[in-house]
Nanobody
Framework: EVQLQASGGGLVQAGGSLRLSCTAS????????IGWFRQAPGKEREGVSC????????RYADSVKGRFTISSDNAKNTVYLQMNSLKPEDTAVYYC??????????????????WGKGTQVTVSS
């Protein structure tokens, strides 16, 4: 059974940092694309960043470029999202999702098959 567990959320002041973790199980952790998505109250879910295990390529939403960094540790079956210079508009529930065997590095939620429960990130002004 494929499972994804997102963790690391919390309350931080604007300008602060958080590191989210997405720990996966139930599939071979060398053939995937993992995406981070977020959903703020009253807004649609949006893609934040994603990473491919095939070549390590990454993508970022324009709103987080230069502030967020996605990385993976295959030995720990974990993908991280380092979030720096956080802004109040980054406040949302953050989810990780997996596209197992995926070769398309997508920022669209419909391209991902497996989802973890979200972790709340709140940035105060």
């Amino acid at each position: 059974e494929v499972q994804l567990q997102a963790s690391g959320g919390g309350l931080v002041q604007a300008g602060g940092s958080l590191r989210l973790s997405c720990t996966a199980s139930g599939f071979t952790f060398d053939d995937y694309a993992i995406g981070w998505f977020r959903q703020a109250p009253g807004k649609e879910r949006e893609g934040v960043s994603c990473i491919s295990s095939h070549d390590g390529s990454t993508r970022y939403a324009d709103s987080v470029k230069g502030r967020f960094t996605i990385s993976s540790d295959n030995a720990k079956n974990t993908v991280y999202l380092q979030m720096n210079s956080l802004k109040p508009e980054d406040t949302a529930v953050y989810y990780c999702a997996a596209d197992i065997g995926g070769y398309i590095l997508s920022m669209q939620d419909y391209d991902y098959d497996y989802w973890g429960k979200g972790t709340q990130v709140t940035v105060s002004s």
